[in-house]
Structure formats: C-alpha cells, structure tokens
C-alpha cells in the first residue's frame, strides 16, 4: 500500500485553492478520498445541484473501491466532493485524462474552473 505524507487538516477553501490551483497548471494530484489514496488529475471545479463544492478528477493511480482500469480508460472519471477529500497536495508527474473529457458532465453544475484544450 502507498504511503503519503499527512497534511494537517485543511479547511474547505484550502481544498478549493489546491485543486483551482492544479488545473491552472495541468498538475496532478495525491488525496485520501474514502480512507483510500488516490492520485488524480482534476479537470472541473464547481459546485454540485445542492451548492456544495465537488469536482470531476481523473484518477491514474492509488486506490479505488471499484478498481482502476488502465491509463487512458474512460472508466477512470471520479465526481468527488470537495469536503470528503483529506490531505489534498499537488504531486510530480505527467498530466492524465481519457479522451471523453469532452462529453457533457452532470457532476458540477456550476462551474468555476476548468481544464482548456
């Protein structure tokens, strides 16, 4: 199993600002989602119908409940809430994304960020 280092706690914002922050720059990302690490990439930032902070990620790497298909799989798209995310931090390494990040996506309804061609 993977090991991260564990950030202190960080409060909503921070998570927003980290994420935001990410897709600017195309950076991926480590986060514990779920008691589960994950390494993601995040394309959308928004908020969900109920107001809530929730972005749709790539996941690449770390663990899943229902598994990680192969680099590249459209099955890899995780809509995560912001709030449920724990140790979020911006990470090394080479952009990930499947190619129907163009499909329309129901996750986030408004949109604040958002990964350009």
Same mark, same amino acid.
């Given at each position: 199993?993977?090991?991260?280092? #564990?950030?202190?706690?960080?409060? !909503?914002?921070?998570?927003?600002? =980290?994420?935001?922050? /990410? =897709?600017?720059?195309?950076?991926?990302?480590?986060? #514990?989602?779920? &008691?589960? =690490?994950? !390494? !993601?990439?995040?394309?959308?930032?928004?908020?969900?119908?109920?107001?809530?902070?929730? /972005?749709?990620?790539?996941?690449?790497?770390?663990?899943?409940?229902? &598994?990680?298909?192969?680099?590249?799989?459209?099955?890899? %798209?995780?809509?995560?809430?912001?709030?449920?995310?724990?140790?979020?931090?911006? #990470?090394? &390494?080479? %952009?990930?994304?499947?190619?129907?990040?163009?499909?329309?996506?129901?996750?986030?309804?408004? =949109?604040?960020?958002?990964?350009?061609?």
């Amino acid at each position: 199993m993977a090991t991260l280092p #564990i950030s202190p706690f960080q409060t !909503l914002n921070e998570k927003f600002a =980290i994420v935001k922050n /990410a =897709i600017s720059e195309r950076k991926p990302v480590s986060a #514990i989602y779920d &008691g589960r =690490i994950r !390494l !993601l990439c995040p394309h959308v930032l928004g908020e969900n119908k109920e107001g809530k902070y929730q /972005a749709l990620f790539y996941q690449f790497g770390g663990e899943s409940s229902r &598994g990680i298909e192969p680099d590249g799989s459209p099955a890899n %798209w995780r809509c995560l809430a912001l709030e449920k995310l724990c140790s979020i931090a911006v #990470i090394a &390494g080479g %952009w990930h994304t499947a190619p129907n990040h163009s499909r329309p996506q129901t996750c986030v309804r408004i =949109i604040y960020c958002e990964v350009t061609r």
